[in-house]
C-alpha cells in the first residue's frame, strides 16, 4: 500500500472510531487489500452501547487506550443492573504511573455520593495505613472490583462482577503496576479466583497477571474488628517492601 493510501484509510479508520464512541450507528466499514485503495461495503447497522465499547475498542486498537478512557467508560456503562441505583459511578484515582495498585471490593454510600473510591471512614483508615509506610495516597492508583455501589452495600453479583471486570483487567494493563494489594476476601477471590479465607489468602503468594498480589484485610472491616489491625501492619510492609523490589 502506498503512502497517500495508507494515510487515508488511517483517516478513516479515526473518523469511524470516533463516530463508535459516541455511539452513534456504524454504517460502514473498512477493507483493505495489500496494494488497493481502501474502500467501503454496507455493512449491517449495528447500534454501540457504552457497556459494548470496552471490549471491542480494547480488542482493535489497545495503544489507543488509557486510563482517562477506562473512567469516562466507566461512567457511561449501562452492563449490569447497579447501573440503575447508582448516584455516580467510581471509576478509580491515582496517577499513570502509579508503581501500587489497592482493589476494594466496591463503593459505598460515600463513595457513590462523591464519585470517588474509599472517601468514607474506611477511607481514612486506608490513608492513614499507606502513611504509615511512609507513601502518599496521591501516589497510588485505588479502585474496586465493581464500579458501582451494590444497594445497601451488599456483596456483587456474580453477574455484576463478571459486567465490570473488562474495565478492571484494562486499569491493570495500562497501570502496569509493581505491586497489587486487595482489600477484603471478596476482591481477592475475585481477582486470583480462590475461594479462601483472608487468614490463609494472606499468608500466601500470588501473582496476577506476572504482578505480585497481597490480599489484606478490608479498612472497613478493621473498624469492626481491631484485632486485624496487627496483621494489616505485618501485610503493608511486605507490600511496601515489594514496591522497593525487596521482596
Known sequence: MSGSNAEAVSTLRRYLQQRLDTGEKMALRVRTQPGAVAKTE?????????????????????????LARVAAEVRACTACRLHATRTNAVPGVGPDGAALLFVGEGPGADEDAKG?????????????????VQMKREDVFITNIVKCRPPGNRDPEPDEIAACRPFLERQVRLLQPRVICTLGRHAASTLLGKQESMARLRTERHTY???????????????????????????????????DGAD
Open 116 to 132: 470517588e473510591p474509599f472517601v468514607g471512614r474506611a477511607g481514612q483508615l486506608l490513608t492513614k495505613i499507606i502513611e504509615s
Open 42 to 66: 454496507p455493512a449491517a447497522s449495528v447500534t454501540t452501547s457504552p457497556a459494548a465499547i470496552p471490549q471491542q475498542h480494547l480488542a482493535e486498537s489497545p495503544q489507543d487506550d488509557s
Open 209 to 243: 497477571a506476572e504482578i505480585p498480589v497481597f490480599p489484606t484485610y478490608h479498612p472497613a472491616a478493621l473498624l469492626r474488628n481491631p484485632q486485624w489491625k496487627r496483621p494489616v501492619w505485618e501485610d503493608i510492609q511486605k507490600v511496601r517492601r515489594a514496591c
